[in-house]
């Protein structure tokens, strides 16, 4: 039996005067999945992202948090969703506590405890009572996630969580994220127009451009591309006997050689006939690894490497 | 509710800049009260000064051409209070702390333009730090929190209210001796006359009216903070037409349509003391017009908050 999905989205649009920003976006997310939404600046990701959660009114279409619609039942719905839109603003002149229970207070069964949870989990201990117009935007970053997680959501909402964090921190929240999916089940939605970001971080990737869903992608499969080609490396002990025995087989194919490793493009069933034909000639093969196609590359072609437009 | 409204309250006094308006409002108090003690005349001399002063107020009558209305009215009004106390031997130039509470609700204007930045700042400051979207995005739908934070303006507006009453008396009576609670205060009624009415009571019905003025325009404020999304530009909109509208009204007093216009309805005091501005308007008027523009000040309002997209900031 298959589970009820997380979040639903069903024709999602948003027009403004003739312009859909959002374009009859549908698609269902499972529970403790990360799912990313990958799109150039404008694509309509954070609009998406708002709607959502309610900051923006969809023209048409739903959007729906464990069968709740966020528009009908706003309340019940938001109960499940933590969420960061954009930058985590927060009152400066309070402390980083004094925040927490602030958004606390504002939904139902929030203990102190419950605070004093979050706040270790994302490691805030430290400078929880300090003025958070004090803090860092790592530390801001933290408070946010911390806040969102409060009311112990089943959906966390996080868009361009990446921004403005140094690579340490990238990791750090990419880490975490991964963990909350997989150790308590949660429903991530991450944005970004970073792709290698999105790779590293995602189970799914929605590729949206000019407001349209292009594709989902699974990151597990994404190394089988569409034409079934796909860039191979061999490991050889002696690369330049290898060179001539491909040269002879497969005429015309460009090999890159460094050092003992020799990388060309092959398509799958050129992969084993290599390897016999190496063996064959008796070449020692070491290694032989095809190697993933980065999402940004698919990126590029999906969407004709045009940006914003 | 009742936790959101212990937010915007948290909101409003866990800021220094709230209690920096309050220390000035006390500040103006105390400079009043200098003021006041050092312009005091000598004990025993004020029937001449008052002798002279009525004088010096015929000649001015004798001449008024060219005056306007209101100065004439005003000029009117205190020959015919100073008259009132020669007759009935009041001392008009007695302090105490009672008296001395009376004249410093003339900073009401002050205390006005502090409840107008904190009414104007209080929706526009959430959307200028972005907070705005964290707020939206908890459980509490927009209309709980729109009520929340109209209800945290009008506190502040009833917390600056007694700030100025409290403060008044207090340094009245630190300054000028807590007796005079039962003295009459005289001033000119509606139709004309002279009248006397308890220190305490005229008090208490100066800070009534003063309330009702404040919650008026402590919605207009709110308002253009929805409207507006920025503090500064709400702030400053709502205390220039706080300032510029009531002498808009007198200017334009000799036109009967200026009655439809809010600042000419919101002091109430109007019917009690010293006559309606405008011939023919009446208490009942003003109460159905303000009434009839606060129910559209604050339709527009929530119509707005709950209505318009967060987008980028």
């Known amino acids: ?309 | 509710m009742i936790n959101l409204l212990i937010n915007e309250n948290l909101k409003i006094y866990l800021r220094s800049r709230t209690w920096i308006l309050w220390a000035l409002l006390v500040v103006a108090i105390g400079l009043v009260a200098w003021t006041t003690l050092s312009s005091q005349p000598h004990v025993g001399a004020w029937r001449p000064q008052l002798i002279t002063n009525v004088q010096s107020l015929q000649t001015a009558l004798a001449h008024t051409k060219g005056l306007p209305r209101a100065s004439v009215q005003q000029l009117r009004e205190q020959l015919l209070s100073d008259r009132y106390d020669l007759k009935h031997n009041l001392d008009p130039f007695r302090t105490d702390a009672w008296k001395f509470a009376s004249t410093a609700a003339n900073l009401d204007v002050l205390a006005m333009a502090f409840i107008l930045v904190i009414a104007g700042d209080i929706v526009a400051s959430e959307y200028a730090t972005g907070t705005i979207k964290m707020l939206l995005t908890q459980t509490a739908t927009r209309t709980r929190i729109l009520v929340s934070k109209y209800l945290a303006t009008l506190l502040f507006g009833l917390a600056t209210t007694l700030v100025l009453g409290v403060f008044s008396i207090a340094i009245g009576a630190a300054v000028f001796g807590a007796q005079g609670a039962g003295a009459p205060t005289t001033y000119v009624n509606a139709t004309g006359h002279v009248e006397q009415m308890g220190v305490i009571a005229y008090l208490l019905m100066t800070y009534g009216f003063f309330l009702v003025e404040m919650i008026v325009t402590a919605t207009i404020a709110f308002m253009l903070s929805t409207i507006f999304r920025s503090s500064a530009l709400s702030i400053t909109v709502a205390i220039l037409t706080f300032l510029v509208g009531s002498t808009l009204v007198e200017a334009l007093s000799r036109f009967s349509w200026v009655k439809y216009i809010l600042f000419a309805n919101t002091n109430l005091t109007q019917y009690f003391v010293g006559g309606p501005r405008i011939a023919g308007m009446t208490l009942g008027f003003s109460i159905e017009m303000m009434i009839a523009y606060f129910i559209v000040m604050l339709g527009l309002s929530w119509w707005i908050f709950v209505k318009r997209d967060v987008s980028y900031s």
């Open chain 1, 1 to 309: 039996m298959a589970l009820a999905p997380r979040v639903e989205i069903a024709h999602l649009t948003k027009r403004i005067g003739s312009k859909a920003i959002v374009d009859d976006l549908s698609f269902q997310i499972p529970a403790g999945e990360v799912f990313g939404l990958l799109g150039p600046n404008g694509a309509g990701k954070t609009t998406t992202i708002r709607m959502m959660v309610g900051l923006i009114a969809a023209s048409s279409g739903t959007v729906e948090i464990n069968g709740l619609d966020v528009v009908k039942h706003f309340e019940q719905a938001m109960q499940h969703v933590g969420a960061i839109v954009e930058n985590p603003e927060m009152y400066g002149f309070l402390s980083g506590r004094q925040n927490l229970r602030h958004f606390a207070r504002m939904c139902q069964g929030v203990t102190e405890a419950r605070i004093e949870e979050v706040v270790q989990q994302v490691g805030l201990e430290a400078r929880i009572n300090d003025r958070v117009k004090t803090y860092s935007l790592g530390m801001r970053q933290r408070l946010g996630l911390a806040q969102a997680l409060l009311r112990r959501p089943d959906v966390l909402l996080l868009d361009e969580p990446t921004n403005g964090l140094d690579p340490a921190g990238i990791r750090e929240l990419r880490d975490y994220l991964r963990r909350l999916a997989q150790s308590e089940g949660l429903t991530v939605v991450v944005s970004s127009h970073l792709l290698s970001e999105m790779e590293l971080m995602c189970d799914r990737v929605a590729i949206i451009q000019s407001g349209k869903l292009v594709d989902i992608q699974t990151m597990g499969e994404i190394a089988a591309t569409a034409d079934g080609v796909s860039e191979v490396s061999l490991d050889v002990d002696d690369a330049s006997a290898a060179n001539a025995v491909i040269a002879a087989r497969f005429e015309g194919i460009e090999v890159k050689t460094r050092e003992n490793e020799l990388v060309l493009t092959l398509s799958r069933e050129q992969i084993p006939e290599l390897v016999a034909a190496l063996v064959g000639a008796g070449a020692k093969v070491y290694g032989v690894r095809a190697l993933k196609r980065s999402l940004e590359d698919q990126f590029l072609a999906m969407t004709g490497g045009r940006s914003v437009d």
